[in-house]
């Protein structure tokens, strides 16, 4: 462990000495990314558009697929530190267990930035880390809700992501956030689809048969995407048209909900970006170029998406990224 | 539940049905189950039997009920066999997504429906020959068998779609999960004609009786002159084709095949609707409509849950809740409870 230590340090060393010889900018570093894996499709247009960041930035980038075990990660972030690369971005698969791994990254002098989640342990194992906040999301579409139906009474349904997961508790509370107060504004119905399409299409067709045919609702705000999609063709079998008779508000900003939206079927949805790496690098280079430390938590932008912003052009942008 | 086993012997009785009389069908436990099921629905939701004529289809609660429950039938249907011969059979849901994955991936790429359909429920005949050969051949026990499948499917699946949501617009493949035939949806119908289909080959035939045999005492089968081997690689063949089927509807009702989410844990649906309907995990007796019945009981279930505005954290409490209660009802100990309170009221009122 000693001898590996040494070793780790002292290709660290190099590492930090071929960094220095280098120019301003990114060109020619050499960076690590340990990702989850690719349980999703917002997981692998992550890993995509994040070689497509590297590639623009001329960064050397070292991809490590953990298929979502924890212990790969700590392997490839040795590997890494062991190659001597200038810096290392994980996406940590859990919360605990890294401290003894980044300690290492830390002795090693490499700085470490986090993907998308947090870690629990001392901040100053890591240079920042890059996420989004749920809960804006949740508020962004509450918001976007509100300012459309204006005076209007509006009956909502909700479609829930998995219950107790983290996404599903945040998104629900920023909605709850953006609504409270107004009056004309209820959430008459809220049950669980597990964010897939397919439960979400089951989940909607007895909230339509429960609500006098759909008749009494307003609009659907479903916790994801997929459940939207699945919601919008429950809507159609019903005879009712999604888009018009029920406004369809929803996150994440995949390519199928563009689609809809090319067909007048959705109304909004607030982006999860996949590019954490972007920010992430961003605050790498003011590090090295100026020595400004980053903000230890920098949170991404929900960009809020409606049919005005060019719903096609959107998803032919986004259908090749694996989502 | 008793457990009845089959009497081999030559003037023994036939375990052919006899017919029995309605109110004798309508006094079983599922039967009961899932009238009160459906009770607690319309308590819940008055408009739970109003069932309306829309676009050229029944539309309702009730509809609802039988749609969203026929992929877990079906499931159903293939796994009563595999449970019959003291077997299980978790690789189902895997398949499904195997099944929708081939079918979106080949219509994608230009192949004509029929052809993809074909392929789809040709991987399923595969998947289930497998899982045959494993238990049959190389004698791994079903439930270690079959999980290899159930754990190594999803990711064949993921890779035949690339780890992206397939989306079609094939009529076809569409009408499959979501057309109506004769106003019922195609599901519903599809189901249905399995049920009547595979009850009327296994009890019209020795097959089911053959099934029982195999499933009772596998070594006392061969014996009898039964290639039970030859059986036993049937019947999980005929559970992977039912999961093709059932993958082929979930993967046309969402028009995409979703190949991380299609038929999760579905398997355990279908067990649990194997298991409602009477048929024991020891092998034996089975019953195909009567599983058929236990999985309109579990949806009956959810969808009651999905109208009844219940917050989703109790979601799997009350399904817990009343599946103990109906397998409670379903007890020999539970029958003998109260034929012993009835002999003691008739007792108390001599």
Known sequence: MTLFRTLALGAGMVGLLLSTAHAEGLQGKIIGFSQIGSESGWRAAETSVTKAEAEARGIDLKFADAQQKQENQIKAIRGFIAQGVDAILVAPVVATGWEEVLTEAKEAEIPVVLLDRGIEGPEDLYLTSVASDQVKEGRVAGEWLAGTVGEAQCNIVELQGTVGSSPAINRKQGFEEAIAGKANLAIIRSQTGDFTRSKGKEVMEGFLKAEDGGKNICAVYAHNDDMAVGAIQAIKDAGLKPGSDILVVSIDAVPDIFAAMVAGEANATVELTPNMAGPAFDALQAYWDAGTEPAKFIITESKLYTPADDPQGEYERRKDLGY | ?350
């Open chain 2, 1 to 350: 539940m008793t457990r009845q086993t089959v009497d081999l012997r030559p003037n023994g009785q036939p375990p052919v049905p006899r017919p029995r009389p309605v109110a004798q069908v309508l006094m079983r436990p599922q039967v009961i189950a899932l009238a009160a099921v459906l009770g607690v629905n319309w308590l819940l939701f008055p408009g739970f039997f109003s069932i309306t004529w829309q676009d050229g289809r029944l539309f309702g609660s009730l509809i609802d009920v039988l749609n969203r429950g026929a992929p877990v039938a079906i499931l159903a249907i293939g796994m009563t066999m595999v449970i019959a011969t003291k077997g299980v059979d978790l690789s189902v849901g895997a398949v499904m997504a195997i099944s929708g994955a081939v079918a979106a991936t080949l219509v994608s790429a230009g192949v004509s429906a029929p052809v993809a359909v074909l392929a789809a429920l040709a991987a399923g005949l595969l998947c289930g020959l497998w899982n045959g050969v494993l238990v049959t051949v190389l004698e791994i026990q079903p439930i270690i068998a079959t999980l290899v499948l159930m754990v190594a499917g999803r990711g064949v699946a993921q890779l035949i779609t690339e780890g992206t949501i397939v989306t079609f617009s094939d009529p076809v493949l569409i009408f499959i999960g979501t057309g109506a035939f004769l106003g019922l949806p195609m599901p519903v119908v599809i189901a249905l004609v399995l049920m009547v289909a595979a009850t009327l080959i296994v009890r019209r035939t020795a097959l089911g009786l053959l099934i029982e045999a195999v499933g009772v005492n596998r070594s006392a089968a061969r014996f009898a002159g039964l290639s039970a081997g030859a059986f036993l690689v049937a019947v999980y063949a005929f559970a992977g084709v039912c999961a093709a089927i059932a993958g082929l509807i979930v993967a046309g009702d969402i028009r995409g095949a979703d190949a991380n989410n299609a038929g999760l844990w579905l398997e355990l649906d279908a067990i649990l609707a194997v298991v409602i309907g009477g048929t024991s995990l020891l092998g034996g007796r089975f019953s195909i409509p009567m599983a058929v019945l236990g999985a309109i009981i579990i949806q009956a279930m959810n969808t009651g849950i999905l109208i009844s505005g219940f917050s989703p954290e109790f979601n799997l409490v009350v399904k817990a809740a009343v599946i103990v209660a109906i397998l409670i009802l379903q007890s020999p100990h539970a029958a003998l409870l109260v034929r012993r309170l009835r002999g003691l009221q008739s007792g108390a009122g001599k």
